[in-house]
């Protein structure tokens, strides 16, 4: 009887753990989405494809209040992984103030960083509040730098990996959606 006690005892801890580091890993801080979630109200939302970075979806979206006649806008990044029996697509966002942080951040990266050779193993990285990386990382096999995007932090199935060459890629595409979310919030 005191097997299937504690038996029962260390299910309902271990699930109790578990259900915390999942609440954990879905926790945002994103203005954009907590603008959708709120109760009581009306919501449109309009979806303007960018061009695609290596693999990470580029994706302005802007969220209307009907009742309210209240706009916000957010750049959407999505990567997919695939592996051997199953797909998951991974989407974060970084709200319209995020964007210029984020450019500052990749052309630091790209101008400071990227022409440096390091002495160790180096990362540099920049994150939003629903936990997008975007960085770069010193590749010692190759001698050369690799930049990512973890649409996700928390798991690595989000990262998309490509040459750090493709950053300025990036930039425009970040410039882009700046622009279209001011033209569409006004």
Do not use: H
């Not at 907590?34 to 303007?48: D, P, T, W």
């Not at 309210?68 to 966002?93: A, P, V």
Request: net charge negative; with cysteine.
């Amino acid at each position: 009887m005191k097997k299937i006690l504690f038996f029962a005892v260390a299910v309902l801890l271990s699930a109790s753990t578990f259900a915390q580091s999942k609440a954990t890993e879905d926790k945002t801080e994103s203005k954009t989405l907590e603008f959708m979630s709120r109760g009581s109200s009306l919501i449109k939302k309009e979806f303007y494809d960018l061009e695609s970075v290596k693999g990470v979806k580029c994706q302005v979206l802007i969220v209307t209040d009907l009742l309210e006649n209240k706009k916000i806008g957010c750049l959407r990044l999505e990567t997919t992984y695939t592996g051997y029996s199953t797909s998951d697509t991974y989407i974060g966002t970084l709200d319209y103030d995020e964007i210029d942080d984020c450019i500052k951040s990749i052309n630091y990266i790209r101008e400071n960083i990227l022409p440096s050779t390091p002495e160790t193993y180096t990362e540099t990285e920049y994150s939003t509040r629903d936990n997008i990386e975007v960085g770069a990382y010193y590749n010692e096999k190759k001698l050369s730098w690799t930049a990512y995007v973890y649409t996700k932090s928390y798991t690595s199935r989000s990262a998309e990996y490509f040459d750090a060459s493709s950053l300025s890629s990036l930039v425009n595409a970040m410039t882009k959606a700046k622009n279209l979310i001011a033209e569409k919030i006004q």
